[in-house]
Nanobody
């Protein structure tokens, strides 16, 4: 079993930055992938970014490419999502998820965190 705990959400003005963290426990993660998703009110959960844990390869949705950076700290079993140049349309609940392979779909991940709210004011 895998447990994921997100933190770092909050309220920020447009153009500002936030860094989300996702602390993982319960398994070793050398062969895992971590994804970040977000869900705005009334919308479906959508892919934001993903990372192959062992080699650090990264993948991004077009809407965040160049503004968001996904990374991980192997020693801490923690993943991060650095979000810069935030826009009001980035407002959502952000979720981290892990599974054995990288995917850009909700169905691709079995283990999910509880989510953290990010609100960007204009």
């Amino acid at each position: 079993q895998v447990q994921l705990v997100e933190s770092g959400g909050g309220l920020v003005q447009a153009g500002g930055s936030l860094r989300l963290s996702c602390a993982a426990s319960g398994r070793t993660f050398s062969s895992y992938a971590m994804g970040w998703f977000r869900q705005a009110p009334g919308k479906e959960r959508e892919f934001v970014a993903a990372i192959r844990w062992s080699v650090g390869y990264t993948y991004y949705a077009d809407s965040v490419k160049g503004r968001f950076t996904i990374s991980r700290d192997n020693a801490k079993n923690t993943g991060y999502l650095q979000m810069n140049s935030l826009k009001p349309e980035d407002t959502a609940v952000y979720y981290c998820a892990v599974d054995h392979a990288v995917a850009n779909t909700v169905q691709g991940y079995r283990y999910w965190g509880q989510g953290t709210q990010v609100t960007v004011s204009s």
